[in-house]
């Protein structure tokens, strides 16, 4: 399969790379490579002393790697990248991209269980090198644990109930693939909200697996840490869980969200925020992808 066909087209290509503000000599990191589409803009972009160094913990990634001097690709998550970055000898960055959430190549993957379109092993891990699979979370975590991943991830109104039903479910036969869990949610999925509830459901399941609230917010404050005073953040968000806690950050500097402010009253976060980007209907229509996407772009003071 090609690389054209094996990844989709990337989300907000110009405007995300734009954002960059990539000058020729510039040290970028790009910490979601996927099929490499934002990446290659990125180089197309650089001089001869310009590198990018592109992260990916998924190994079918590293097949659309360019061959190109100016670029590295790192095989690992995001959540490292201080440590990755000290390893290839980089103190400081000029700019750095996160296209978060999953890439179209995931879903239409029949194998990879992030989809409920197909039956497959409850897998759901971007790593496949190691972690609890989906299956295992919902034969071992329990009802407490299942609750708040539906709640939190999720944001579901039947979290206590489909939690209940779950643990109840896998006493009798334990889940091994989507169609066992497509049966114990559907009571819970109205025929008109199907596709919407369990795509949530799915959702929740994904973040917790990958761990993607957590990587998130170490990345976010490894990322303040690396970028040189005039640096740019630039990050693409897709549900709201992981839009609140990247604009909370570059908004004040801090996880929490909490704007500090020095003697005189002026906030003391370490960036300048600008206005949000939502996609354009030609976006929307070229990629459906985009359709939830919100660009965010902070650079350092």
Known sequence: MSKETTYHTPVMLKESVDGMMIDSNDICVDVTFGGGGHSREIISRMGAKGHLYSFDQDEDAEQNAPDDSRFTFVRGNFRYLYNFM???NVDQIDALLADLGVSGHHFDDETRGFSFRFDAELDMRMNKRGGRTAAQLLNEASEEELTRIFKLYGELNCCRKLAATIVKRREEKPFHRINDLLEAAKPF?????EKKEMAKIFQALRIEINQEVESLKEM???????LKPGGRLVVITYHSIEDRIVKNFMKSGNIDGIIEKDFFGRS?????????????AEEMERNPRSRSAKLRIAIKI
Request: proline residues 14%.
């Open 86 to 88: 000290r390893y290839h």
């Open 189 to 193: 999925c109205p025929p008109q909200r």
């Open 220 to 226: 976010l404050i490894q990322a303040e840490e690396l």
């Open 268 to 280: 003391t976060s370490p960036f300048e925020t600008k206005k949000v980007i939502l996609p354009t």
